[in-house]
T-cell receptor, first 110, second 116 residues
Framework: NAGVTQTPKFQVLKTGQSMTLQCAQD?????MSWYRQDPGMGLRLIHY???????DQGEVPNGYNVSRSTTEDFPLRLLSAAPSQTSVYFC?????????FGPGTRLTVL | AQTVTQSQPEMSVQEAETVTLSCTYD???????LFWYKQPPSRQMILVIR??????QNATENRFSVNFQKAAKSFSLKISDSQLGDAAMYFC?????????????FGQGTTLQVKP
């Protein structure tokens, strides 16, 4: 099993550009989540999904879109990147209590 | 809303000594889980230990143990016989119990330095 994979590992964007952070898991987990990590603030939940076709907002959803068309994939879209979205992004999946995290994507918006 | 607070931004410990990282949380629920995650410089999030709120016994995993004080809403992590590889950022986290949907609420993190 590859576990939770994220691509890319690093990305630099200019303000106003769009991009999609990819996340995939091969463990047949129902739940998938996106977090962002900022210095001094821990990880904060952006969006989450309890199954294919079902998504909901977390603590900091503004500026991000998600969809979940399959159990395996949960992409995070930035439609118009802003410098405030400079952060490290983690995807996670779980079937129950324990969450499995991907390796993270470091995103810089200039 | 639930909150998790880690009031120690940085801690240091001498190799082979013991260190305790603090965490407090706030919730009105009775069914929940608490976790400690380790994040080394590689950035990977690693689960260190977890505690079910309904269990009175404190969880232990080798050199790692917790002091779970439910009434005080306190959940500290004790690392015994500290090793250089323990140097990392540590996050305390909370999740709902029976209505768990995989969502975690994290504290701000504590950076642990281990001195040789």
């Amino acid at each position: 099993n590859a576990g939770v994979t994220q691509t890319p590992k690093f990305q630099v964007l200019k303000t106003g550009q769009s991009m999609t952070l990819q996340c995939a898991q091969d463990m047949n987990h129902e739940y998938m989540s996106w977090y962002r990590q900022d210095p001094g603030m821990g990880l904060r939940l952006i969006h989450y999904s309890v199954g294919a076709g079902i998504t909901d907002q977390g603590e900091v959803p503004n500026g991000y879109n998600v969809s979940r068309s399959t159990t395996e994939d949960f992409p995070l879209r930035l439609l118009s990147a802003a410098p405030s979205q400079t952060s490290v992004y983690f995807c996670a999946s779980s079937r129950g209590v324990e969450q499995f995290f991907g390796p993270g994507t470091r995103l810089t918006v200039l | 809303a639930q909150t998790v607070t880690q009031s120690q931004p940085e801690m240091s410990v001498q190799e082979a000594e013991t260190v305790t990282l603090s965490c407090t949380y706030d919730t009105s629920e009775s069914d929940y889980y608490l976790f400690w995650y380790k994040q080394p410089p590689s950035r990977q999030m690693i689960l260190v230990i977890r505690q079910e709120a309904y269990k009175q016994q404190n969880a232990t995993e080798n050199r790692f143990s917790v002091n779970f004080q439910k009434a005080a809403k306190s959940f500290s992590l004790k690392i015994s016989d500290s090793q250089l590889g323990d140097a990392a950022m540590y996050f305390c986290a909370y999740s709902h119990g029976s209505s768990n949907t995989g969502k975690l609420i994290f504290g701000q993190g504590t950076t642990l330095q281990v001195k040789p």
